[in-house]
């Protein structure tokens, strides 16, 4: 190689010692064997001298100042980018500047723009809902256990009273509910058995809640008394049920969870490149967002309702009929909490009949 | 130590007052590559790169940042942002969980987390000084929890307690706070911002929220009477397939968002104020005056349409908007200096772990550096 010959590359700049201010002007050379220097630019003195391996040596970015520190502490600072590149490039491995040769200005910036957005979307699109499902096959069986009894718990305090419904009633409805809950374990094959709880129903006076019926994530169904007194029969009761068996058959609540905790996660860690006020719309964004998503859910849980009551050679129509008398008797004032999650929009009963009659037809 | 050569006020008449402009010298052009390269590795590798994200973030920003003749630096190892910015999502993780699921025990948690705040506030400014450096000599941050307490816990409180009355109250302990904490060196920095100073840039961000809400209020009102039968109308039917929770959602934001514009208005104007009035009374060890005269107007003004190019843009204006305010800021900010700058001696301390600093950033807090 040629440099053999030459005299050892330089870089001028300032030099200061450790935790000090005022510096001294000075040179960095870089000896054949790999031996950084810094010395006073006049005369020559030397400062600073280490093996290169011991040298840190600040990344790249625009243009501002590198330094060079010693293993004294000591500090080495320039603004002569490229030469400390050139200084540095054979001490270094392959990819050296890799980052910086990216951010340069070029044409190429606009194809990382373009990736920037296609990635955006996939991510959202493909890469949010697989760690999600990742996240809850990774979710030991005992926290949504833990959860959902906290849960109960507190609703018990706060708004629930006992039951009123007889003792004969209620073993009636539990002996109907068991038996549908039997063929719902992994019903759809959507999860896997294991990962699917034991179905227990739950007898409660709704209080200030209302006709209400819901499930938490380990399997425990909870049913009010009013929905019992609204609902003209049975069929009616179980097709509801059914279709809280479906949000915890497809775990609805946890995906729904992870999924709100990724997008948020996603948003706030690119928060400092996007400010402040860019990332709270996006929040917000985001929680309009999955308003979409728990619709498409409840519409899921629903076919889910109309599948297990066939299977179960229950009326596959009864959920659809339960929204039909929730609209006549309670209008859509939306004064009601199982209204504002369960709307029973004319879109709804709609698709419920046309599928539980698709389904008592394709299974004849 | 070399500093008693220097007797300070032994000659009063003598000492010069020079005025050291501080300037930025980052541009749009070169900012806009290391943004994307950022935003596309941090999308790539789900949030990990964002550590080293921050690093190169910073030290642009802070390494373009010049006064009198020097630049300020940014040290955090980007390996450390890492560490404090998982405990941190697992913490906000572990909270959300329960808030979901348990909101009883929550209750009992976000009262356990009201009082962790200070610390996490307290960590957070120690640590962004410590890895803060200019001409090689770091700052450092002794504030201690209970002043964090009083500054964000009580003095939060006192601005919702009162309807923002006291907010000049809160500002002038969260300034005394996190300005009159630092050090430079082993040097104090003091900052005693008035209370009736901070009272004088209260009244027109006060008048612009009591004015726009009384304005906003009557514009809806009057809407209502006017179109009082359409939205009887649009509610009442029941078949009407429109109605949803979506819709109604949808319309609740349509009603707040004209207050939020107006709080966050308010909001910048008032930060803009008392950041001048905090910095003008900031000083550097009993010699060097911090002089700020930000023009609320401009501020507000370069803040929105910050806002809104960047939203047009779908995010792409963002590092133009960053550059701008950077800009602005440095034009007019100055040390007001009596004797030279690099006369500083610093310590090398531990940095101690960036949760709180991570922390203060995921939830969007704002240093004020």
Known sequence: MASETRLPMAVEGLWRPPAVGRAKAAVLTVGPDATVTAADRDTGAIFSSAAFPTVRISDRVGSIPRNITFPDQSVFETSDNDTVDTLVRPHRKKNFGFIHGLERFHPRLVVLAALVVAFCFA??????????????????????????????????????????????????????????????????????????????????????????????PDGTVVLTDELVELAQDDEMVLGV????????????????????????????????????????????????????YSRDAEAEADHYSVELMHKAGHDPAAIARFFELMRDKLGDKGENDFLSTHPATPERIAETKRYAEEIASRKK | MNDTDVPQAAVPSTIRMQREKFSFTG?????????????????????????????RRQRYFYGNTHLAGATFDYHARPIQILIGRIIVLVLLIAYNLLATFAPLVSGIFAVAFLFALPWFIMRGMRFSARVTSYRNVRFDFTGGYWGAFQAYILGGALIYGTAGILAPLASQWMWNYTLGNLRYGDRPIKSDPRLEKLYGQWWLPAFVLAGGFLVLVAVAVALVILFSTQIGEFFNTGDDPQVSPYMIVVLFYVAVVPFLILYFVAGLLYR???????????????????????????????????????????????????????????????LDTTGPLDVYVGTIRDEGGAVGSEYMDVEGFDLGF
């Open chain 1, 123 to 216: 991510l959202y699109r493909f890469a949010l809902p697989m760690l999600v499902e990742v996240a809850i096959v990774a979710t030991p069986p005992v926290v949504p256990q833990l959860l959902s009894q906290g849960a109960l718990a507190s609703l018990d305090q706060t708004f629930f009273e006992p039951t009123k419904l007889s003792a004969e009633r209620q073993k009636a409805l539990t002996d109907q509910f068991t038996a549908i809950a039997a063929l719902a374990r992994g019903g759809n094959g959507v999860a896997a058995p294991a990962q699917v709880p034991p179905y227990t129903l739950n007898f409660r006076g709704g209080g200030s809640i209302g006709p209400n019926a819901f499930a938490l």
């Open chain 2, 27 to 55: 541009t749009t052009r070169e900012y806009f590559g290391i943004w994307i390269v950022n935003v596309l590795l941090t999308i790539v590798t789900i949030g990990i790169y964002s550590a080293w994200a921050k690093v």
């Open chain 1, 241 to 292: 049920l059914a279709h809280e068996i479906g949000h915890v058959d497809h775990q609805h609540s946890l995906r729904q969870l992870y999924r709100a905790a990724g997008v948020t996660a996603l948003i706030m860690l690119i928060g400092g490149d996007i400010g402040s006020g860019t990332e709270d719309i996006l929040v917000q964004g985001s929680a309009l967002a999955s308003l979409s």
């Open chain 2, 272 to 334: 803009a104020g008392t950041r001048n009035v905090a910095l003008n009374e900031t000083i550097i060890d009993d010699r060097h005056a911090m002089a700020s005269c930000i023009h609320r107007g401009r501020y507000a003004w370069i803040s929105i349409t910050n806002l809104l190019a960047t939203l047009a843009t779908l995010g792409f204006a963002r590092p133009w908007a960053a550059i701008r305010m950077a800009r602005y800021l440095a034009t007019v900010t100055a």
